[in-house]
């Protein structure tokens, strides 16, 4: 979570992480930073429904629609899916990420969902037996949180961000470099 006050630092935070799932439509970063929900409801919704295909056909498979319903709705979808799925419990009702305001709690949402279907994408994608989501009325035998947490654990032990494992921060410049199809925002 992020420090209070840091809504800037939370916006770098989002912004990169923006990146890293290729978002490709336009960002409101002042939106952001005043809470607007509008704001906030592409990102969310590009996070489940296109970032990876196969997770968004797993939570269609679930029971768990999320396109063609209205902002309430989606919400609602999205925290059934945080709850259910991911055991994550957002710092803001339903009611608040849809008012106006709570621009710093909704930025670390925001960047929560991001991870987490960043880590499932990493799970789906990379692990031999890939996972399956459970369907709202299943008995839950073999779900994504057990092997997202092993996913999670074995980032713990075997990464790290410094510069010893040869991961460095990069500038913007050299994103471009490496990758002339990333847009900038």
């Given at each position: 979570m992020l420090s209070t006050g840091d809504v800037q630092g939370g916006l770098r935070k989002l912004e990169t992480l923006l990146r890293v799932i290729k978002f490709p439509g336009h960002v409101d970063y002042t939106g952001l930073s005043k809470g607007d929900p509008s704001a906030f409801l592409p990102i969310v919704s590009y996070s489940f429904t296109s970032f990876s295909p196969q997770?968004?056909?797993?939570?269609?498979?679930?029971?768990?629609?999320?396109?063609?319903?209205?902002?309430?709705?989606?919400?609602?979808?999205?925290?059934?899916?945080?709850?259910?799925?991911?055991?994550?419990?957002?710092?803001?009702?339903?009611?608040?990420?849809?008012?106006?305001?709570?621009?710093?709690r909704k930025i670390s949402v925001v960047c929560d969902i991001i991870n987490l279907v960043l880590m499932t994408y990493v799970v789906v994608n990379h692990i031999e037996n890939p996972c399956t989501l459970p369907t709202t009325n299943s008995s839950h035998k073999e779900?994504?949180?057990?092997?997202?947490?092993?996913?999670?654990?074995?980032?713990?032990?075997?990464?790290?961000?410094?510069?010893?494992?040869?991961?460095?921060?990069?500038?913007e410049e050299e994103d471009k470099a490496d990758n002339p199809h990333v847009r900038s925002t």
């Open positions: 997770f968004s056909e797993q939570l269609v498979a679930a029971g768990l629609e999320l396109t063609g319903k209205t902002d309430l709705r989606f919400t609602e979808t999205v925290y059934k899916i945080l709850r259910d799925i991911f055991q994550y419990k957002p710092i803001l009702t339903k009611q608040q990420f849809l008012q106006w305001g709570f621009s710093q779900t994504l949180p057990s092997q997202l947490d092993t996913y999670a654990s074995h980032m713990d032990t075997h990464s790290s961000d410094s510069p010893e494992h040869g991961i460095t921060d990069t500038t």
